[in-house]
T-cell receptor
Framework: GAVVSQHPSWVICKSGTSVKIECRSLDFQATTMFWYRQFPKQSLMLMATSNEGSKATYEQGVEKDKFLINHASLTLSTLTVTSAHPEDSSFYIC???????????FGEGSRLTVL | AQSVTQLGSHVSVSEGALVLLRCNYSSSVPPYLFWYVQYPNQGLQLLLKYTTGATLVKGINGFEAEFKKSETSFHLTKPSAHMSDAAEYFCAAGSGYALNFGKGTSLLVTP
């Protein structure tokens, strides 16, 4: 099956710094990728839809200036958490599909801890 | 938009017993339906999906689910639980790219 890879898997940073998380589709082209946030023992919350070559579409309540998304190529989307604070600590998961309604392939997730 | 309801945030079964995880969706148009499994600190792995065609869908690891339009349900079952089945299970629905996820059901398997 198709593979989606996230990097880094774990990141610890100081409050006020910015952190970039990469999401790559390794063996297929993904015109659309999705970024989710998952709090402990909870479900996935869709943060934004990342479209190659255009601006991301953010879900209501998600700060676009806080969570910068760039989808520069058909195989790479990045999520940058700017000026991170402890409340941004979470598990961030990306996913991608190569066609509408098809299977979503998920990355391994990135655990962010902000001290 | 679809919403997904998973009944029971925690389900406990004995090893070898039947596993039944419930999922209902709300949509005027039957969506695509998925079950995913998540192990601690990992991403999601697809167990099975329903798009069109046969309403009984077989997935990996012995799981299967049946799409019942009249009940707007897509319950996940496995005849005999194994210790390795202990994980978080998510039901999801969508009609395009993005999916709406249920809140998840944590499956505990006891010896």
């Amino acid at each position: 099956g198709a593979v989606v890879s996230q990097h880094p898997s774990w990141v610890i940073c100081k409050s006020g710094t910015s952190v970039k998380i990469e999401c790559r589709s390794l063996d297929f082209q993904a015109t659309t990728m999705f970024w989710y946030r998952q709090f402990p023992k909870q479900s996935l919350m869709l943060m934004a839809t990342s479209n190659e070559g255009s601006k991301a579409t953010y879900e209501q309540g998600v700060e676009k200036d806080k969570f910068l998304i760039n989808h520069a190529s058909l195989t790479l989307s990045t999520l940058t958490v700017t000026s991170a604070h402890p409340e941004d600590s979470s598990f961030y998961i990306c996913s991608a599909s190569y066609r509408a309604g098809g299977e979503l392939f998920f990355g391994e997730g990135s655990r962010l801890t902000v001290l | 938009a679809q919403s997904v309801t998973q009944l029971g945030s925690h389900v406990s079964v004995s090893e070898g017993a039947l596993v039944l995880l419930r999922c209902n969706y709300s949509s005027s148009v039957p969506p695509y339906l998925f079950w995913y499994v998540q192990y601690p600190n990992q991403g999601l792995q697809l167990l099975l999906k329903y798009t069109t065609g046969a309403t009984l869908v077989k997935g990996i690891n012995g799981f299967e689910a049946e799409f019942k339009k009249s009940e707007t349900s897509f319950h996940l079952t496995k005849p005999s639980a194994h210790m390795s089945d202990a994980a978080e299970y998510f039901c999801a629905a969508g009609s395009g790219y993005a999916l709406n996820f249920g809140k998840g059901t944590s499956l505990l398997v006891t010896p």
